[in-house]
Structure formats: structure tokens, C-alpha cells
């Protein structure tokens, strides 16, 4: 991967909608080699796929916690069925497994505090293997996610 490359996943990462044409003038090339660059980072798996950032509270999912577990069961069965469960929740928008204390990260958004005290009472505490649960409740978003840094 050279500067090129790099470059293009810079502007691609800062705006997923720009045409061929666009991405190959920011960065310096013709259409055509921009596309077979694109390409090619898009079969090496570079570039994973393409989204749009979207407004959780607009879509009435505004109230977002971090929340930690500590397993009190680390069998491989039971870890299984507890990554299976999280990762089947639409309320659990990202999940971590850590080395240490805690074992997860998860960061779940729901509508409100009361909509997040029902998930946490009725859905993730009874999730298998669980010894503790934490919630974190953020105060402000101070630095939004803007990507991988793609050294460019």
C-alpha cells in the first residue's frame, strides 16, 4: 500500500459518497487507476464495506451506555452462548471481548433511561455466565469516531 492508497482511504473515510471522479482529483490521479485502486483494496478487504453514519437520537435511540461484565463462568460453552445472545441484541450496537477484568465491553443504545433499565433488568442480566454488570453512562461525546488513521 503506498501514499496513493492511503490517501484514498482518507477520503473515503471522510465521506463514503464521493464518485470515482471526485476521489480521483483529491487525490491526484485519473479515473480509471482511482477505480482499480479502489478495487483492489476493496478485494484485499482494506476497505470492509459502506455505510451511512446515522443520528441515533432521530431514530429515537438517543440514550447510549458503556457497560462492562465479568463472566463468572469462562467455559468455552458458556462464552459461546453469551457472545451468541449479545451479538443477536439490535440493542447492542458494538461488543468487545477484553483481556482482564471486565471480559466485555459493550456499548448499547436504547430510546431512553427507562427504555436502558428494562434492557439491563430483563435482558442482559439474565445472559449465561454473568458475575457483574456496570453501566457507564456517557456525559458528552468529546471525540467522534473519524476512522482509522490511515497515515496520509
Request: with cysteine; glycine share 8%.
Amino acid at each position: 500500500m503506498d501514499r496513493i492508497d492511503r490517501r484514498i482511504l482518507r477520503e473515503l473515510q471522510q465521506d463514503g459518497r464521493l464518485s470515482n471522479a471526485e476521489l480521483a482529483e483529491r487525490v491526484g490521479l485519473t479515473p480509471s487507476p482511482c477505480l482499480r485502486r479502489v478495487r483492489q483494496l476493496e478485494q484485499d478487504g482494506v476497505i470492509r464495506g459502506y455505510r451511512a453514519l446515522l443520528d441515533g437520537a432521530a431514530l429515537g435511540l438517543g440514550f447510549q451506555a458503556f457497560v462492562t461484565v465479568v463472566m463468572r463462568q469462562e467455559d468455552k460453552p458458556t462464552v459461546t452462548e453469551f457472545e451468541r445472545q449479545v451479538a443477536a441484541l439490535p440493542e447492542v450496537v458494538e461488543a468487545h471481548r477484553l483481556f482482564g477484568d471486565p471480559d466485555y465491553l459493550l456499548r448499547i443504545a436504547v430510546a431512553d433511561l427507562a427504555a436502558y433499565e428494562r434492557f439491563h433488568t430483563d435482558v442482559l442480566c439474565g445472559l449465561p455466565g454473568i458475575a457483574q454488570v456496570n453501566s457507564h453512562l456517557p456525559l458528552k461525546l468529546v471525540r467522534p469516531d473519524e476512522g482509522i488513521p490511515t497515515g496520509a
